[in-house]
């Protein structure tokens, strides 16, 4: 934090405001990569970009059995007090992701090979947290989406489609046309469609005559009876009780792996106490010490020290990647069982939906004709199947 601190304070004297630029390293899942191969990819990004010799600071962590890099350089030159300009940084990180792809022998990305075959169903983080709060998977919610968009030709046919999953077209305020689901969150239909508002205008020529936000909240809330909010609550309280079991494993590993680098750190440093004072023994000093300066031999002893320091380092390093690379596998096999779970819990919230939108239409259909209804049962609330996909024991 005080390097970041300083290097704020010297953006001070420019009139530069975005002095920090910042990257992810991201290597592929279930490739194990050394702290030295991540240093090395930094340095040469900072190359490529313009960076050599900025200031820098690398934070490594590691998340769902994965390993990342973070890296962040000040822009500033503090010899001209202006800022690098980066031109075209974004084509010279693809080249250079593409390069340590090759020289690693990793499975490039189709975007890598060619721009035009990168991943559709990429998001923003807006996106993304509007999908984290509805616990859906923001991929599943865009695939989704643009599933009803590609087969749907009629505003109509468009409508029916997405509400088949539990999305209702509804006329919004700044955004056009947009969708909302039962619990009411709104959904950008370009957007999430992965069209332009373009599209979605000459698709929907007439939006004014859709129902708005409110008014579909309003009938949504309307025919929610008490049976079926219990049903949707028995939902996500199940969803909750599965997960509850891999997240007291995920935690307790957690807090394993942090003891065993702690001690694997103390024993390091214990170590690299007892070897500096070791290797300080062999200066002599006092006559001897002249002597040895005079005839070239306490050069000689210091090099020596220099060089048992730096792979004293580089011995350090490495058990600490050995146990790090342990460690991330055995979070990764967990991390399968959790991916399993989601899976699972994906398919049952989007069964979810689906019932919840028929149970609606059936609302619908009965509102529109009281007297085809009349002596038979109101609450018809969505019976919970046993067809929904088995659950993954932990």
Known sequence: MQALREIEAVSKGTRCRQYLFS??????????????????????????????????????HEKEGRRHAHCVWSR???NRMTAINLPFYKRKLSEVARDLYLEH???????????????????????????????????????????????????????????????????????????VDYRGEVYALARWSGVRA??????????????????????????MTTALLKFIKEVD??????????????????GRHREERAQLNQHQQKRWVAETNERAARLPKGMKGIWHRITGR????????????????????????????????ERRALQLEIKAQRDHQQAE??????????????????????????????????????NRPRTPKP
């Open 105 to 179: 022998g990793w499975q490039m990305p189709r975007g890598l090979h060619d721009p035009a075959l990168r991943d559709p169903l990429n998001f923003s983080r807006a996106e993304w947290q509007q999908a984290k709060r509805t616990k859906l998977d923001p991929r599943e919610l865009r695939a989704l989406f643009k599933e009803c968009w590609e087969r749907s030709d009629t505003a109509p046919a468009l409508g029916t489609a997405l509400q088949e999953r539990g999305f209702w077209l509804a006329r919004g305020d700044r955004r056009g046309v947009v969708a």
């Open 76 to 78: 500033i030159d503090t």
């Open 237 to 254: 309280a199940d969803a909750r009780k599965r997960s509850a079991s891999l997240e007291f494993r995920r935690s307790e590993l957690s």
């Open 298 to 329: 306490y050069a000689e002893i210091r090099q020596l020290n220099e060089s048992e320091t730096w792979q004293a380092h580089l011995r350090d390093q490495t058990e600490k990647d050995a146990l790090i690379l342990e460690q991330v596998e």
């Open 23 to 60: 990257l992810s390293l991201n290597p592929p899942e279930a490739e194990p990569v050394s702290t030295q191969a991540f240093e090395a990819a930094i340095t040469e990004i900072e190359g490529k970009l313009g960076l050599k010799g900025q200031p820098r600071a690398v934070i490594f």
């Open 349 to 386: 919230l989007m069964q979810l939906r689906a019932d919840v939108a028929r149970y609606q239409d059936m609302q619908e259909r009965k509102d529109a004709s009281p007297s085809r209804d009349k002596g038979r049962d109101h609450d018809r609330s969505p019976k919970r199947t046993n």
């Open 198 to 223: 373009k599209d979605v205008k000459e698709r929907i020529a007439n939006p004014d005559a859709l129902p708005s936000v409110d008014q579909i909240k309003d009938r949504l809330a309307g025919r």
